[in-house]
C-alpha cells in the first residue's frame, strides 16, 4: 500500500536557521502519528512542506505518492492541514466560510457534510456568526472543519488543542480518534504529553530539525524509561542494598526507587523484609512521554539531569 | 462537541464508500468559480466603500472642474469640457478600483494569515491569477459603469464606438487587475500598497490627460505622456466615446494587451515559484 506521508533527506533553512536538517519519515495509511519536539523544533515547517506552504530546499515529500511539488494538485487533495496559527477571515461568518473550503477544492453542494462537521465540532450554533465575534477555541474548530471539508485521507493536525478547553478537547479527540477509526491517517502535533501518550500509535521526535526518536510509542516508553516505586517506611531508614536504587527522597520520608522491571519489585519487597522494615505507604510509578521527551529534546542541563538520575543507580 | 452521536456515515477512507481516487484528483471539478466568487462577495459585500465612495469621488472631480472649467477649455474641438472629463474620469476609476481590489485583497489576506484557506486548495496557479484579477476587473467595471450612468444627468454624452470603449475599459482593468496582484504579492506591509498608489498609480493618472488633452501641453511633457502607459488606456477609451484621439486606438490597444500579457507571465511566474506566498 502507498505510504500516506513519505519524506526523504528533507532539509530547509530560513536564514540562519536550519529549520529541517535531512528528515526522513514515512508514516503509513491509517496510522495515528505524534510528530513531538520543543518549539522551533521544525514541526511547523514540516508540515508547512507537506501542505505546499512552504518550499523545502531539497529532499522530496510525498503525500499518498504524489510529490507535493510536481504534482501539487492530487497531493493537496490528499491533505487536510489545520494549521496552528489561529488564521480567519473577517468579512464572512462561519458557515460561508466552509462553503468558500469546499468550493475551493471543487465540491458544491456539500452541505450536509458541513452540518455534521458543525455538529461534530459543536459549531452549529454558531454557523451564521461572523468569525470575528467567535472565540479563540471556536475560531480553532472552526480550522478543524475547514481541513475536512474535502475529507482527506490524511489529516494533519498543527496543535489543535492549544487554548481549547478540557471537555472540547476531549470531544475533539474523540472526533479525532474515530475518524482514525474510519480509516484517516492522522499526523497530530502537540505539546501535550500525554494526548500524545493516549493517541499515538507512533511517535517521532524532532530537535533543531532532525528526527532524534521514531519509534511506537510503546517502545519509547520502554526504551528511554523506566519504572518507578515511590515508598514510605514506617521506621528506619532504607538499607543498604537499596541506596543505589534510590533517585530521589522527599522530606515527607518517601523514597523513590528505580525499577527496571516488574521481577525488581518483588527484589525490592525481599530486601526490605530482610531488614525487617515495614511499609507505610507504596506508590507505583508509571513511565511517561514527559520523561522520553526530556531525555531526547531537552536542553542540555536537563539531559545532564535526566541522565544523572538513572546513573546513580 | 458531540462525538459520541456521530452518525453512521463513514468519512471518505481508503478502501471505504467513498475512496481517495487519484483520478478524480485531477478531473474533479475547479476550485476557481468559488474563489472567483467570494473575490466578487469580499468588494460586493462593502459596496460602500469600495463602489460607493470611489463613484462619489469622480462626480466630485466632474463638479468642480466640470463646471469652473466649462467654456474656458475646449480640449477635443467641438466637445464641451464636462463631456471631454466624463470618459477620462471614468476610465480613471476602472483603473484605480481593479488595481485597490486586487492589491488589498491579497495583502489582506496576508496579514491576516487567511491566505492559507487559498494556499492550501489545488487551485492551479492560471486560476488563482485569473479569480483575483477577474473579480478586481468586475469591481472596475460596476465603478466605471456607475460613473457614467451617474455623469449622463448632468452632461450629454454620445458613444461612436460601444466596442472600443468596452474594450480599452477591459483590458486598462485587466492591467491594473494584474499589477495588482503583483503588488499584493510583493508588498509586505499596507503601506507599501498605499505608497504604490499615491506615488505612481494617482501621478500617472492625473498626468495621462484624464483632465487635459496631451496636445495642450508643451512639447517636451507630450512628449513625455507617451511613456505613460495610462496614456494609451485612457485616449483609446475616450476614442471609443467621441471618435477622436492623440494616437490610434489599434496602437494603443496593442499597447495595453502586450501589457497585460506581460504582467500576467510576470504574475504567473511569481506563483508558479511561490515568491513571497510560499515561504
Ligand atoms: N517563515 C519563517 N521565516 C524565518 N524563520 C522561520 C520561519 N518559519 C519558521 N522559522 C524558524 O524555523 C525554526 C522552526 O520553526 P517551526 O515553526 O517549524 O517550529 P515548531 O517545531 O513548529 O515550533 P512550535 O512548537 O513553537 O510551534 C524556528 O527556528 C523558526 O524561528
Ligand atoms: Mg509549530
Known amino acids: 500500500m502507498t505510504a500516506a506521508i513519505r519524506i526523504a533527506q528533507l532539509h530547509k533553512r530560513y536564514g540562519a536557521v536550519q529549520a529541517l536538517d535531512g528528515v526522513d519519515l514515512e508514516i503509513q495509511q491509517g496510522e495515528f502519528f505524534g510528530l513531538l519536539g520543543p518549539n522551533g523544533a521544525g514541526k511547523t515547517t514540516l508540515i508547512s512542506v507537506l501542505a505546499g506552504l512552504a518550499r523545502a530546499d531539497s529532499g522530496s515529500a510525498q503525500i499518498m505518492g504524489y510529490d507535493v511539488v510536481r504534482d501539487y494538485r492530487q497531493a493537496r487533495r490528499a491533505v487536510g492541514v489545520v494549521p496552528q496559527e489561529l488564521v480567519f477571515d473577517p468579512f464572512f461568518n462561519v458557515r460561508e466560510m466552509l462553503v468558500f473550503q469546499s468550493g475551493y477544492f471543487g465540491i458544491r453542494d456539500n452541505g450536509d457534510w458541513i452540518d455534521e462537521l458543525l455538529h461534530h465540532l459543536d459549531l452549529t450554533a454558531k454557523a451564521d456568526t461572523n468569525m470575528r465575534r467567535l472565540s479563540g477555541g471556536m475560531k480553532r474548530r472552526v480550522l478543524v472543519a475547514q481541513a475536512l471539508v474535502h475529507k482527506p485521507p490524511v489529516i494533519v493536525l498543527d496543535e489543535p488543542t492549544a487554548g481549547v478547553d478540557v471537555e472540547l478537547r476531549h470531544a475533539l479527540w474523540r472526533f479525532v480518534r474515530r475518524l482514525n477509526t474510519d480509516g484517516h491517517t492522522i499526523v497530530l502535533t502537540t505539546h501535550y504529553l500525554e494526548e500524545a501518550e493516549g493517541l499515538c500509535g507512533r511517535i517521532a521526535m524532532l530537535k533543531q530539525g532532525r528526527v532524534v526518536a521514531l519509534d511506537t510509542t510503546q517502545n519509547l516508553l520502554a526504551r528511554f524509561s523506566g519504572s518507578y516505586v515511590r515508598l514510605k517506611l514506617v521506621a528506619g531508614d532504607l538499607p543498604p542494598g537499596l541506596r543505589t536504587r534510590e533517585t530521589a527522597a522527599d522530606s515527607e520520608g518517601r523514597h523513590t526507587l528505580q525499577l527496571h522491571d516488574y521481577a525488581d519489585l518483588e527484589r525490592v519487597m525481599q530486601e526490605l523484609r530482610n531488614s525487617g522494615l515495614k511499609v507505610q505507604e507504596m506508590e507505583l510509578l508509571q513511565p511517561d512521554l514527559e520523561e522520553v521527551f526530556m531525555k531526547l529534546t531537552g536542553s542540555q542541563s536537563a539531559q545532564h539531569a535526566a541522565a544523572g538520575v538513572h546513573d546513580e543507580r | ?279
Open chain 2, 1 to 279: 462537541m458531540n462525538a459520541e452521536r456521530v452518525s453512521g456515515r463513514p468519512l471518505a477512507t481508503p478502501g471505504q464508500e467513498a475512496p481517495f481516487d487519484p483520478t478524480r484528483a485531477v478531473s474533479a471539478p475547479s476550485g476557481f468559480p468559488m474563489l472567483l466568487y467570494k473575490e466578487w462577495l469580499r468588494f460586493w459585500k462593502v459596496s460602500v466603500q469600495t463602489v460607493l465612495a470611489p463613484v462619489l469621488t469622480a462626480l466630485m472631480y466632474l463638479l468642480v472642474f466640470g463646471y469652473t472649467l466649462q467654456g474656458r477649455l475646449e480640449p477635443l474641438p467641438g466637445i464641451g469640457y464636462t463631456s471631454f472629463l466624463v470618459p477620462g474620469l471614468a476610465m480613471m476609476s476602472v483603473l484605480q478600483n481593479s488595481f485597490a481590489n486586487s492589491s488589498s485583497s491579497l495583502m489582506q489576506s496576508k496579514m491576516q494569515g487567511s491566505i492559507v484557506f487559498v494556499l492550501l486548495p489545488p487551485i492551479s496557479h492560471r486560476e488563482f491569477l485569473a479569480a483575483y484579477v477577474l473579480a478586481a476587473m468586475a469591481r472596475g467595471f460596476v465603478v466605471g459603469l456607475a460613473v457614467v450612468i451617474a455623469a449622463v444627468w448632468f452632461v450629454h454624452l454620445e458613444v461612436r464606438h460601444p466596442l472600443w470603449v468596452l474594450a480599452f475599459g477591459l483590458l486598462g482593468s485587466a492591467v491594473m487587475a494584474t499589477l495588482g496582484v503583483i503588488a499584493g504579492i510583493l508588498s509586505e506591509k499596507i503601506d507599501q500598497i498605499s505608497a504604490i498608489q499615491n506615488f505612481v498609480i494617482l501621478p500617472l493618472t492625473f498626468l495621462s490627460g484624464v483632465f487635459y488633452s496631451v496636445h495642450s501641453l508643451p512639447a517636451t511633457w507630450q512628449f513625455a505622456t507617451h511613456f505613460n502607459p495610462m496614456f494609451y488606456m485612457i485616449d483609446g477609451f475616450r476614442y471609443g466615446f467621441f471618435g477622436v484621439s492623440d494616437v490610434g486606438p489599434w496602437i494603443s490597444a496593442g499597447f495595453v494587451a502586450v501589457s497585460v500579457a506581460a504582467l500576467s507571465l510576470g504574475a504567473l511566474w511569481m506563483l508558479a515559484s511561490g515568491y513571497k506566498l510560499r515561504h
